[in-house]
């Protein structure tokens, strides 16, 4: 409550007649706690993008070279599923589809984490329900939240289009308002999920999950089709972005499509936000059994996060078909370039395009695992500051118990999706099982250490617990655009990721494995000891 006294959050007047009342303070107070979250998710994207224009115009340096990735991409549905069709060979033209469907989903997922967290969490912990005392509009806090989300993908959208205006300014507009746009999309979606849950995980979990629909059918409709006209990609919003056609007679009509979904989601959510207590949900919890069953800290642990764990095995598992079934293709994308061939080894090993590109999708996975395995130990947090814990911790139950029942799902759970990752692969690939499932069990030493550091920040300083997503955020970066940016190797090796050996295709190095497995001991007993030390927020 510190940041709203400090806010100089004000009681508005006649907030039961005027829906609307307060929308100006609660925007001040979202921007002013967002200050460090979204400028970074805003610089993360936005100078991504911005940048690529001078780090792929040393790759593809000729028009012949642009020209050679048209024609091999036209030919490669696989390829095509990955990152979309080529619409034109100018370097503008490149950047657009080797970053559009990414960048737009990251700013999807900037927009449901900012919407969610001033919305159904602000619920949740009871912060709403406190502000709707001083008279509060009843549409106020959603008006907020979505101003905030609004802000956040304006700024993105301008980053993008000033970074990338020498290549051509419509196009870099377009490119702009592509990904902005499809931020707004998703916050809105957020807006109308977070509606119907009682919980802010699981409105994230939806809203994330509709994002991975949104991306398999484009995906589908790309590999179908070598110029993204299947209905598979229009029936997504990610596809959307991608027929915007940035840098290729940009399509502006397609913005169309962006302000309809805005419009009629963001009615949606208003409508619904006017027809419940603060609180409530149209999706009422279901009641546990007469009866306990939980008799065990683990077992509360391993109940609060099944749903999240089947649901990213499931992801990693289609994930690794997928990436598995493109490997045979990856050597056409290369073609003659030797700049591409030369960044695709040094990403992914030595003996081979395919063994390169199943070791650098096996090191994207490994990547994508440490999201989950930080959300996953950041769950403690949750249960802390929504003082869920404390009745546990009032009986019978440790601090250090109950929080070994949450790290055993944490970790044992980043083990098994990379193990259903690699599975996914050899299945995708045709065989070669213990070579790729190998390669991917070697990814959990590097996933595990990212997960002891969240437990430490969490342990030890529990109020700054946001730090172990801004390392993990650093170690993706570092992982996908590190190496294309040709940034020093002490740089690099930031990442625990940057530590293992590349596999498949190079030996096996135990010794950087043995590292990072004694660090992540140590930083795991290290957290659980402050937490034994400390207080228990409340």
Do not use: C
């Not at 549409?139 to 301008?158: D, F, G, K, M, Q």
């Not at 972005?241 to 989601?265: G, M």
Request: charged share 15%.
């Amino acid at each position: 409550m510190t940041a709203v006294a400090d806010a100089g959050f004000a009681p508005a007047r006649g907030g039961g007649s005027r829906p609307l009342a307060g929308t100006g303070t609660l925007l001040r107070l979202g921007l002013r706690r967002d200050r460090v979250m979204v400028p970074l998710w805003v610089l993360a994207i936005g100078g991504t993008t911005a940048s690529a224009g001078n780090t792929l115009g040393k790759v593809y340096e000729t028009p012949a070279q642009r020209a050679g990735v048209v024609d091999s991409m036209a030919a490669n549905s696989s390829l095509r599923s990955l990152y979309g069709p080529v619409f034109d060979d100018s370097l503008g033209g490149i950047v657009a589809w080797r970053y559009t469907v990414f960048m737009a989903a990251f700013a999807a997922v900037m927009s449901l984490l900012v919407v969610v967290r001033h919305t159904r969490e602000e619920e949740e912990t009871g912060r709403q329900e406190m502000l709707s005392a001083a008279m509060v509009g009843r549409r106020a806090p959603l008006t907020s939240a979505l101003l905030v989300a609004l802000v956040a993908n304006t700024a993105l959208a301008l980053l993008v289009t000033a970074g990338l205006a020498a290549e051509g300014a419509a196009g870099a507009l377009a490119l702009g308002i592509g990904i902005g746009g499809l931020g707004m999309v998703f916050a809105t979606m957020a807006a109308m999920i977070a509606q119907f849950t009682e919980t802010a995980r699981l409105a994230k979990g939806l809203t994330a999950a509709a994002l991975g629909l949104a991306f398999a059918l484009r995906a589908a409709g790309d590999a179908a089709s070598d110029d993204g006209s299947h209905v598979l990609t229009w029936l997504s919003p990610i596809g959307w972005a991608e027929n915007l056609r940035p840098f290729a007679a940009e399509r502006w009509w397609v913005l169309l499509l962006f302000a309809a979904a805005v419009v009629l989601q963001g009615a949606v959510a208003y409508g619904l936000a006017g027809r419940r207590d603060v609180g409530m949900s149209f999706m009422a919890a279901r009641p546990g059994p007469a009866e306990g069953r939980l008799a065990t800290a683990s077992g509360l642990a391993w109940r609060l996060q099944r749903g999240s764990l089947a649901g990213w095995g499931t992801g990693f598992l289609l994930a690794g078909l997928m990436f598995g079934g493109m490997a045979e293709g990856a050597a056409d994308l290369v073609g003659d370039n030797e700049r591409t061939r030369q960044m695709l080894e040094r990403m992914g090993g030595q003996s081979g395009i395919t063994d390169a590109f199943l070791a650098a999708m096996v090191g994207m996975l490994g990547m994508v695992a440490a999201l989950y395995i930080v959300q996953s130990v950041l769950r403690l947090h949750g249960e802390e500051t929504s003082q869920r814990a404390e009745p546990v911790l009032a009986a019978a139950v440790g601090r250090v118990r109950w929080a070994a029942g949450h790290l055993l799902v944490a970790f044992g759970g980043a083990a098994l999706i990379m193990l259903l990752g690699g599975l996914g692969l050899a299945l995708g690939h045709g065989g070669r099982f213990g070579p790729v499932l190998g390669a991917s069990l070697v990814q959990v030493a590097a996933v595990w250490l990212l997960g002891a550091v969240a437990v430490a920040v969490y342990g030890i300083v529990p109020r700054a617990a946001g730090l172990a997503w801004a390392y993990a955020g650093l170690s993706l970066a570092l992982g996908w655009v590190g190496a294309a940016l040709n940034l020093p190797d002490a740089a690099l090796k930031v990442s625990p990721f940057e530590h293992l050996p590349k596999l498949p295709g190079n030996d096996m190095a135990w010794g950087p494995m043995g590292v990072l497995l004694a660090l992540a001991v140590v930083f795991t007993a290290a957290g659980l000891a402050g937490l034994r030390r400390r207080d228990i927020l409340t």
